[in-house]
Antibody, heavy 117, light 106 residues
Framework: QVQLQESGPGLVKPSETLSLTCGVS?????????WGWIRQPPGKGLEWVGS???????YYNSSLKSQVTISVDTSKNQISLRLKSVTAADAAVYFC???????????WGKGTTVAVS | EIVLTQSPGTLSLFPGERATLSCRAS???????LAWYQQKPGQAPRLLIH???SRATGIPDRFSGSGSGTDFTLTISRLEPEDFAIYYC?????????FGQGTKLE
């Protein structure tokens, strides 16, 4: 059974960089699928942040593209998210997800809460 | 980018009743690339429906999806207590994903 586990600091200061990691178990990242991030501000809806393939190919939400970097480490079977110059608007629960290229998300992590203050 | 508008914002029903949730797209959704997710408080969303009408693995058959073009519907035939949650529709199939704002079923 595929499981995704997000981890990272729960609090980031404004203007600094948010860094999160998603560890994948039960499936090898190199076997296929895209792996991505979706965020949900408190009390609000879902926003796709970006996604990556095991080769390193990425695609990002155009509204966040200048701020976001997603990377993959196949040796550790994990992906990472870096979001620079954060503001209060970046406070959210960040979910790690699995999906096929341009397809729906079929596996979700439990999410990790990030506050900006 | 396709904008998805869900209605109603909140739907108040009793267990055993039928629920009908709507998702309208700002332009035609090609190949019926429309998914529905259920989210309960403090949990991650769970995939219910993809391709507008295909149930995901393990989803009870009281959940059904329908529609095409710009108008899509999620129907729950007989509400169980565990079905009270927030439901989101999602468009996929392009380089940018979009979600509806959600319908709270209470």
């Amino acid at each position: 059974q595929v499981q995704l586990q997000e981890s990272g600091p729960g609090l980031v200061k404004p203007s600094e960089t948010l860094s999160l990691t998603c560890g994948v178990s039960g499936y090898s990242i190199s076997s296929g699928y895209y792996w991505g991030w979706i965020r949900q501000p408190p009390g609000k809806g879902l926003e796709w942040v970006g996604s990556i393939f095991h080769t390193g190919t990425t695609y990002y939400n155009s509204s966040l593209k200048s701020q976001v970097t997603i990377s993959v480490d196949t040796s550790k079977n994990q992906i990472s998210l870096r979001l620079k110059s954060v503001t209060a608007a970046d406070a959210a629960v960040y979910f790690c997800v699995r999906h096929r290229y341009y397809y729906f998300m079929d596996v979700w992590g439990k999410g990790t809460t990030v506050a900006v203050s | 980018e396709i904008v998805l508008t869900q209605s109603p914002g909140t739907l108040s029903l009793f267990p055993g009743e039928r629920a009908t949730l709507s998702c309208r797209a700002s332009q035609t959704v090609t190949n019926s690339y429309l998914a529905w997710y259920q989210q309960k408080p403090g949990q991650a969303p769970r995939l219910l429906i993809h391709g507008a009408s295909s149930r995901a693995t393990g989803i009870p058959d009281r959940f059904s999806g329908s529609g095409s073009g710009t108008d899509f519907t999620l129907t729950i035939s007989r509400l169980e207590p565990e079905d009270f949650a927030i439901y989101y529709c999602q468009h996929y199939g392009t380089s940018s994903y979009s979600f509806g704002q959600g319908t709270k079923l209470e």
